[in-house]
């Protein structure tokens, strides 16, 4: 059973995170070195496994690539689970780095190697504080999940591997380039959208560019599917919604003056309304259908279901104030984005939230998710291992029926401001 009267060593967390610090920072630019792409994370799982493994924590490596690992008792009263999303995306680094990826064209633009290692501090902080876990009865896992930035994700097979089996809440945090480091954007209920992945693939008679009257104009239509589906989509869908169909590769032809067979255009829908976003394949379908009609060209319509919003349970929400401030940083709200991720997956089987983890030097420029030049303050590391590392306390302390989490208001009662 777990002690009612279970305290919040921050301070005990904070001093152990510090004398990791420099060691964090490399494995981070390690990291950052050497990207790999969703299930190919191979060289990832095994730095991160021999880090833990050294640090005498228990490890199950799972199918394929990630990991899951556990501090405390193998029979808790409670189980928080931590988790950091490991892959890279496709993406050629223009940052000039001293220590910037070398794998041609993959990066990791998304910050998640900043993920991981504030995970692994986290990790090392709990594992100082074992023996306190220990007598409170509290234990905490630690997910390292592989392919988040794929459709369907690592997190599908975290599930299937038993890797939530056990757990009582679950926690994330994910980069935020908007917000400067040393400060944490937390919101109740939604904080991500749904998003699909789209492939419209047209086929039809091509020919001569002089005689497009004599072909299914193959790439005329295509840019109408470009622009024409989003603009009915937009009225025919209700407009609270917010749903965004944005095309991110179009390929077609390889010369100017052949009018191509084939043809493809991908990209992503994203909705903010789950209830919607549950039924719009066959919409979205028909529309592409409509719209291609008049040019007498075949069109085919992939549409890979992605994820639901990440909606953050409010209690969860109370937790990650309490660690957040124990952890030195400043509690921000933050608005619900069109970003979508898969730790909503976790959140259809257990209770959790997900955070912003700012990253922005203060005072220093702005970047961007999913851009080559994406540069991370790196003090954000410590700030996120303290804060995932101080979580598993507030939230054991929450379920114990601790009432105060230590003095801190909680962030629900300003939700929406």
Known sequence: MTDRSLSLPFEAIARTVEQHASELVTIRRDLHLHPELGRGEVRTTAVIGERLERAGISVRRLRGTGLVADIGPSSPGHRIALRADIDALPIREQTGLEFASQTDGVSHSCGHDVHTTALIGAALALKQAEARLATAGVAARLVFQPAEELMPGGAEDVVAQEGLVGVDRIFA???????????????????????????????????????PHLTQDLTYALAKVVTDVPAVLSRRLDPRAS??????????????????????????????????????????EAVVHEVVKPYAVQADVTITKGVPPVVNDAGCIDAFTAAVTGAGAFVTSTPQSLGGEDFAWYLTHVPGAMARLGTRAPGGPTYDLHRGDLVIDEAAIGVGARTLAGVVFSAAAQLAGTPSLGGVSPLSAVADR
Do not use: F, Y
Request: aromatic share 2%; hydrophobic share 45%.
């Open 173 to 211: 945090l994910h980069c935020d380039p908007s917000l400067d480091a040393g400060e944490v954007g937390l919101r109740v209920g939604a904080i991500t959208a749904a998003a699909d992945q789209v492939e419209v693939t047209l086929s039809g008679r091509g020919g001569h560019t002089s005689r």
């Open 243 to 284: 749903a965004a169909l944005v095309w991110g590769s179009i390929h077609s032809g390889g010369a100017a003056n052949v009018i191509p067979s084939s043809g493809k255009v991908s990209g992503t829908l994203r909705m903010l309304d789950a209830a919607i976003w549950e039924g719009v394949e066959r919409l979205l």
